[in-house]
């Protein structure tokens, strides 16, 4: 499976974004899935994750009740609706599939199928 973030940009403080992770090559319906986020110089940060169906999520702290995770497997789709943006919420922001399905799992190294992140800018 192939996986594409796309919709970050330049916002300032207080604002919001909506990040998309499309899925090509096969379904990805049976997969866990989680948003991560990473700073030049520092690891992989876990963000949010889903499981399967869409009905359970899990988030880090510093981001609870301003992010929202869901997913539209009609669409092969995972999204992330990121509100109230700080300018620590800047970085570049991945996708990726969980290896087991265990939505809990907030290591980068329970996850594969990495695709190309896109950069938020949190910035007056």
């Known amino acids: 499976v192939q996986l594409q973030a796309s919709g970050g940009g330049l916002v300032q403080p207080g604002g919001s974004l909506r990040l998309s992770c499309a899925a090509s090559g096969r379904t990805i319906s049976r997969n866990a899935m989680g948003w991560f986020r990473q700073v030049p110089g520092k690891d992989r940060e876990f963000v949010a994750s889903?499981?399967?169906?869409?009905?359970?999520?899990n988030y880090a702290d510093s981001v609870k009740g301003r992010f929202t995770i869901r997913r539209d497997n009609a669409k092969n789709t995972v999204y992330l609706q990121m509100n109230n943006l700080k300018p620590e919420d800047t970085a570049v922001y991945f996708c990726a599939t969980n290896r087991i399905g265990n939505f809990y799992q907030t290591s980068s190294a329970d996850y594969i199928n990495w695709g190309q992140g896109t950069q938020v800018t949190v910035s007056s």
């Open positions: 889903i499981n399967a169906s869409g009905v359970r999520m």
